[in-house]
């Protein structure tokens, strides 16, 4: 349903009369539209065009949205002809009324002007998902990525340039509630009244049913987004137009690549993750990853992997993850398995080193505990293991024994063992860690581990 | 003045008063108001001047000036006699009990058509400033729009009006009660920009890996300086809302972000926060922290002691385009730097600050940086450690 309304009203100039002659002249309507939705916020950006007659001298614009959801402070109109020949002398919110604006424009031109009409409405919103296909051998994966509008503002935005915007934008106000304000800047000396209901949806479905019927039965040819890097945010522009009716979503296809190499990453981290061992599914936002031309917006992937040669699917795990810049590692957490196993054992427990007090109470000493662990890869997979230890203290040694992979230390207290393992196999190390308490503390010296 | 509305200001003269009566008798001309000027230059009042053409007769006149339905603030009113101030004398000024309302004895020493110019504060008419900047693609400059917002719910209608500000031209405007306008008073193209990324350790999370599924942004902002090479540095520019566009490159733009500014005297910055960059990542980890004993007590208790402290910032740079990231670390109480392998400015005696320029992303991946320092920090008392600024 138009919503949004515009009329424009010539003041004819009368000289011998007091009062102004209002004409009403056109009612133009949108040539173009182009919508920039963010993800981040509750906020899209409309610029729509329109062909305005105008008269030589003082012209009014009347631009009234009632139930939308446009923030009127952001109302903007600019002349895209004969800038120089027209001004927009101001935007008044006139009394009483609401949702309505008025320009009075002084024009020096007689005809057709093309203007630009900007501003910002609230309820149009996107999301990125995706779906991810592993091979059987879980080598590779298809990715696919959706992005899905939603429109919910109140207005039908038909044959509309759809462009979204990937990234983080500060803003101080919901454009909602600016939308639902009695003033548009409130009142002097008054806090803004709080939000009240959202706008209500008249929409009829009947209607609203044809035009989506109607777009199914076009020709269904998958449409490209074209990506860009805008400052910190990444612009996506959808091939042609689009038209959501309110209420309606759309899903679209934003990339599709086969086979990206994955890693089958598993981790075991004790304090994070209790004792089971996780899922995760990894690869690279970069080239050879058949990736990594911009970055990925977060969403949703649900995770499958191919079963047979009938094409037969088998659902893996999902995961959300965050934004993924180009070049990053993607990790997505597919949850506890038990078809891993990764078994820490204390082995031996011993203390040694005391130190005494003045007073002969114990006042420093070691503990050195002997661990063994083993890795067992029931999968007939190719797998990648983490496993993290945490001490607790800072003040610590370690010597390691058996196969332990690469090894490192994370941070004062953490290290980590990085281990590959074959399809069905079985690795085992071991390690002794020494930890000083008290007065041992003292005699502690950093070793680069 | 408008007879429309019941919240108005009447203005009445009394003439030929030869006694005080028990009811005042309010009637004869009612003096319409001429020009008015609405003066927004102090943010906390607004000025309202009016001039309006009194018929005076020879001798004591008595003027009375009443309002309904506004809020005026009576100690405010002033009155000053336009054409001729040394025959035209303002004796003395009564207030009425109960009513809004003043009484005004002029005398004159003829018969005048005296214009005189009424002042006085009104309450709920105000002004916003707010500021819309498009940034060119590149990020260089900004073209700087400010809006002047006037807002009316004093009560009182203003047919026509000089809208003054303490800079730039008047508007001419009528405004009615209730009534928002928005105008366009300031327009400043290319003004250049410094974009600044900032990462405060006291204030953003160290590891983000330990974050589930959460981005750390970096904050970004624009900087503007109030200085004529910036065509601005005329006049201060006021506190107010500024959202900031940016030109995509097909002659369009996009929302980049909005903040609210202070007011920026000449010669200071404008920082405008406009969002967070996920495309600079940095991961900081404390790698050492131990005790090194000083001092004992008889008892044996540590009651002095230094540390040995290690942290290490990496800092990826996954954009296309260089950056200059502000680093700010902190270190509380007294300390010694051993090394440190980036340069620093010491803000204050725990705030250290590094200018770190990120070269930008390439075919091998990230730029990648490391700030590795190594401090001690001396002469602790168990207890009674100096507050160790927030963390993760």
């Not at chain 1, 149009?124 to 990715?143: D, H, I, P, V």
């Not at chain 1, 019927?213 to 040819?221: C, D, G, N, V």
């Amino acid at each position: 349903m138009k919503r949004i309304a515009i009329v424009l009203l010539i003041i004819v100039a009368t000289t011998d009369v007091g009062r102004a002659k209002v004409d009403l002249v056109t009612l133009p309507s949108r040539d173009t539209v182009q919508l920039t939705i963010y993800n981040s916020a509750d906020m899209t950006l409309v610029r729509e065009s329109r062909a305005l007659t105008l008269k030589n001298g003082e012209n009014k614009l009347q631009f009234s949205w009632a139930n939308t959801l446009i923030d009127p402070t952001s109302l903007e109109m600019l002349p895209q002809a004969n800038a120089d020949k027209i001004d927009i002398a101001d935007l008044t919110y006139p009394p009483r009324v609401r949702n309505l604006g008025l320009w009075n424009i002084e024009s020096g031109v007689n005809g057709k002007v093309p203007v630009e009409i900007t501003y910002l409405t609230s309820g149009l919103s996107w999301r990125a998902f995706y779906m991810g296909t592993l091979t059987e051998n879980e080598k590779t994966m298809q990715l696919k990525g959706y992005v899905v509008v939603t429109n919910n503002s109140g207005e039908d935005y038909e044959n509309a340039q759809t462009r979204l915007i990937v990234g983080k934008v500060h803003i101080l106000d919901q454009i909602a509630e600016l939308a639902r304000r009695q003033y548009p800047y409130g009142r002097p000396g008054q806090v803004p009244p709080p939000p009240a209901m959202p706008a209500p949806q008249e929409e009829s479905r009947s209607r609203a049913r044809v035009t989506m019927e109607k777009l199914a039965t076009m020709p269904s040819i998958a449409k490209e987004v074209k990506k860009e890097g805008l400052s910190e945010y990444f612009l996506y522009t959808i091939e042609g137009t689009e038209t959501i009716p309110n209420g309606w979503s759309k899903r679209l296809l934003s990339f599709n690549v086969d086979q990206v190499p994955v890693i089958n990453l598993y981790k075991y981290e004790e304090e994070r993750y209790g004792p089971s061992v996780v899922r995760f599914l990894s690869f690279k936002n970069d080239k050879e990853h058949k990736l990594g031309e911009t970055p990925i917006p977060g969403g949703m992937l649900k995770v499958y992997r191919g079963v047979g040669d009938q094409g037969h699917l088998s659902y893996t795990g999902q995961s959300s993850f965050k934004y993924i810049p180009v070049d990053e590692d993607v990790e997505l957490n597919l949850g506890p398995v038990a078809n891993l196993v990764v078994e820490p054992k204390l082995m031996d427990f011993k203390t040694e080193n005391y130190r005494f007090d003045r007073r002969d109470n114990v006042s420093g000493w070691d503990e050195i505990r002997t661990f063994k662990i083993e890795v067992r890869n029931t999968r007939d997979i190719n797998v990648k293991v983490e496993i993290k230890r945490n001490f607790n203290t800072q003040y610590w040694d370690i010597d390691n024994n058996g196969d332990f992979g690469s090894f490192e230390k994370v941070d004062l207290d953490t290290i980590k063992f990085t281990l590959d393992l074959q399809p069905r196999s079985t690795k085992k190390f071991g390690y002794i860690l020494r930890t000083y308490h008290g007065v041992r503390q003292e005699d502690w010296t950093s070793t680069e581990q | 003045m408008n007879s429309k509305r019941n919240t108005i200001m009447a203005m009445v003269l009394v003439v030929g008063v030869a006694a005080i009566a028990e009811a005042r008798i309010k009637l004869v001309a009612l003096p319409e108001r001429a020009a008015t000027v609405i003066r927004l230059d102090n943010p906390r009042a607004t000025l309202i001047e009016e001039e309006r053409v009194l018929t005076l007769q020879e001798g004591l006149n008595k003027v009375d000036f009443s309002w309904k339905g506004v809020s005026i603030d009576a100690d405010s009113i002033r009155l000053r006699t336009l054409d001729h101030p040394d025959k035209v004398t303002l004796l003395s000024v009564s207030y009425p009990p109960n009513e809004a309302a003043l009484v005004w004895d002029i005398s004159s020493d003829s018969d005048y058509a005296e214009t005189v110019r009424i002042s006085y504060l009104l309450s709920n008419i105000d002004r916003l400033i707010t500021y819309k900047a498009v940034a060119d693609k590149a990020e260089t400059f900004v073209d700087l729009k400010s809006y002047l917002v006037l807002r009316n719910f004093s009560g009182e209608d203003f047919d026509k009006a000089r809208v003054l500000l303490d800079y730039g031209e008047a508007f001419e405007q009528g405004i009615a009660h209730e009534e928002t306008k928005q105008m366009l008073f300031l327009k400043s193209p290319k003004v250049p920009i410094t974009k600044v990324w900032k990462f405060d350790a006291a204030k953003l999370p160290w590891d983000p890996e330990k974050l589930e599924n959460q981005n750390v942004g970096i904050p970004v902002s624009y900087r503007i300086v109030n200085e004529t090479k910036s065509s601005l540095g005329e006049f201060s520019l006021w506190g107010g809302k500024a959202r900031l566009f940016q030109d995509d490159g097909h002659e369009s733009t996009i929302f980049l972000g909005e903040d609210v500014t202070g007011l920026v005297p000449v010669g200071e910055k404008m920082e405008l926060y406009i969002g967070d960059s996920r495309d600079i990542v940095v991961t900081q980890r404390k790698m050492q922290d131990t005790r090194v004993v000083t001092h004992k007590n008889n008892r044996g208790d540590v009651v002095l002691y230094d540390t040995n402290e290690q942290i290490t910032a990496k800092i990826e740079n996954f954009k296309d385009s260089s950056a200059m990231l502000t680093m700010i670390q902190h270190i509380p109480g007294q300390w010694d730097m051993e090394s440190c392998n980036m340069k620093y400015e010491k803000k204050d005696s725990n705030t250290l600050e590094f200018e770190i320029q990120l070269p930008a992303r390439t075919q091998a991946g990230p730029a990648v940086k490391e700030l590795k320092m190594t401090y001690h920090r001396r002469h602790l008392r168990p207890g009674r450690e100096p507050q160790t600024p927030v963390r993760r």
